[in-house]
């Protein structure tokens, strides 16, 4: 079973880059049989999906938050990352990093989460 | 934008059945969709139930099933226990994009 580690600021201010890193462990973050994701959830509201990468470097991005956010992934250390840009108290939420299978799009597993507060 | 509609909230009596249900904005959901179904508990991280329209978690209990109904994915629990308050999330896939749905806070009551 996998194992997906969030890490990163707790704490970023208006205007600036949020910066996150998921670390995997029990499996490859090169293997075709999955992608990798970020989703938030903002404090008491439901999840929100933000991106994709796959591991030939494929990504998809939510419409509402492509002009600002950007993944990436490093296989020498099985790590995928997240930045957003510009970032409001409306990007305030936990930050969740995923599997997923490619061929049943199962959400497999799950980081714990990180809060991100931005704030000044 | 896609919009992914739930139920807002429900409530069930202990042993009862109840079925929550996604629709999209974008007309009849179908398997291509994959629809996923997650609880998630107060403070816990979601966690996957239902996943490509039918299929079951590993932890997944008996009593939750999932299904495509009148052009809407659906989740049924039958027998409610006391430990299935929580919220339900679903998720679409639409050829790269994701969408969740607002939730439905489920009450055992």
């Known amino acids: 079973q996998r194992q997906l580690q969030e890490s990163g600021p707790g704490l970023v201010k208006p205007s600036e880059t949020l910066s996150l890193t998921c670390t995997v462990s029990?499996?490859?973050?090169?293997?075709?049989?999955?992608?990798w994701t970020w989703i938030r959830q903002p404090p008491g509201r439901g999840p929100e999906w933000i991106a994709n990468?796959?591991?030939?470097?494929?990504?998809y991005f939510n419409p509402s938050l492509k002009s600002r956010v950007t993944i990436s992934m490093d296989t020498s250390k099985n790590q995928f990352s997240l930045k957003l840009t510009s970032v409001t108290a409306a990007d305030t939420a936990i930050y969740y990093c995923?599997?997923?299978?490619?061929?049943?799009?199962?959400?497999?597993?799950w980081g714990q989460g990180t809060l991100v507060t931005v704030s000044s | 934008q896609i919009v992914v509609t739930q139920e807002p909230s429900l409530t069930v009596s202990p042993g009862g059945t109840v079925t929550l249900t996604c629709a999209s904005s974008t007309g009849a959901v179908t398997s291509g969709n994959y629809p996923s179904w997650f609880q998630q508990k107060p403070g816990r991280v979601p966690r996957t139930l239902i996943y490509?329209?039918?299929n079951k978690d590993s932890w997944t209990p008996a009593r939750f099933s999932g299904s495509l109904l009148g052009g809407k994915a659906a989740l049924t629990l039958s027998g409610v226990q006391p430990e299935d308050e929580a919220d339900y999330y679903c998720l679409f896939y639409y050829g790269g994009a994701w969408f969740f749905g607002g939730g439905t806070k489920l009450t055992v009551l």
């Open positions: 990468i796959y591991e030939s470097g494929t990504t």
């Open positions: 490509s329209t039918t």
């Open positions: 029990g499996g490859s973050i090169s293997s075709s049989s999955y992608f």
């Open positions: 995923v599997s997923q299978a490619g061929p049943t799009k199962k959400i497999d597993s």
